[in-house]
């Protein structure tokens, strides 16, 4: 699939200004991965379908979180994190994409998790600083990305856990583990 194919098929499904996101987390995405040695072509993929699911209702992703048996426990966080995993689901049953590595990127790009592989850093990176983000600390990151992919998302993943911190919202404790295994386990 090319990225006009691709792109086609998401703008129905977001928001002018989702799509605007998407379109800038597929140029950094695209941007980090030449920089930093990960597969460009399969971070566009991944980047344009990382927010395909964003507007579907909360009933039904939580429907599907319960009949695919993805972890159950997300349905005790935040719905923010749905959009991810039923994202990568509908990603891989009504687009046909198979690749694992492209599947997991989507999945994991708001949560994290242990073990992330590069393709997956570069599309949670993407999503956190593309141009369209002014996050407090964003422009930090920014610079950091520039020769530090591991100092960059350390960084995104501290600032993301504070802006819940400062909120009083619970953190999902995959979103910690995946900051003790970049802070504990480095590269
Ligand atoms: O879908 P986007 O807005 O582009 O970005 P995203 O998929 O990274 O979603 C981030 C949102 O999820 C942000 O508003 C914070 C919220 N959120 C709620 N609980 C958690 C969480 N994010 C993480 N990483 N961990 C949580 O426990
Ligand atoms: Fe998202
Ligand atoms: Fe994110
Ligand atoms: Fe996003």
Redesign the pocket.
Do not use: C, N, W
């Given at each position: 699939m090319n990225r006009d194919q691709a792109l086609e098929i998401v703008k129905e499904q977001l928001t002018d200004h989702?799509y605007k996101?998407t379109i800038g987390?597929m140029e950094t995405a695209i941007w980090l991965a030449e920089r930093y040695g990960a597969d460009p072509k399969k971070a566009e993929l991944a980047a344009i379908f990382?927010?395909y699911a964003?507007f579907h209702p909360k009933e039904q992703m939580k429907q599907r979180i319960i009949e695919e048996k993805m972890p159950s426990d997300l349905l005790e966080?935040?719905?923010?994190?749905w959009?991810?995993p039923v994202g990568a689901y509908f990603v891989e049953k009504l687009i046909g994409i198979q690749d694992e590595d492209i599947l997991n990127a989507i999945k994991y790009?708001?949560?994290?998790r242990v073990g992330m592989t590069l393709l997956e850093k570069v599309v949670?990176l993407a999503?956190?600083m593309e141009p369209g983000?002014h996050f407090p600390g964003v422009d930090e990151v920014r610079e950091l990305a520039e020769s530090d992919l591991h100092s960059a998302l350390v960084k995104s993943?501290q600032n993301?856990?504070i802006?819940?911190l400062k909120k009083s919202?619970?953190?999902?404790?995959?979103?910690?583990d995946?900051y003790n295994d970049l802070v504990m386990n480095g590269k």
């Open positions: 989702r996101h987390v990382h927010d964003k966080y935040s719905s923010e994190l959009h991810a790009h708001t949560s994290g949670y999503d956190y983000r993943v993301s856990i802006f819940l919202q619970p953190v999902y404790p995959v979103t910690f995946m």
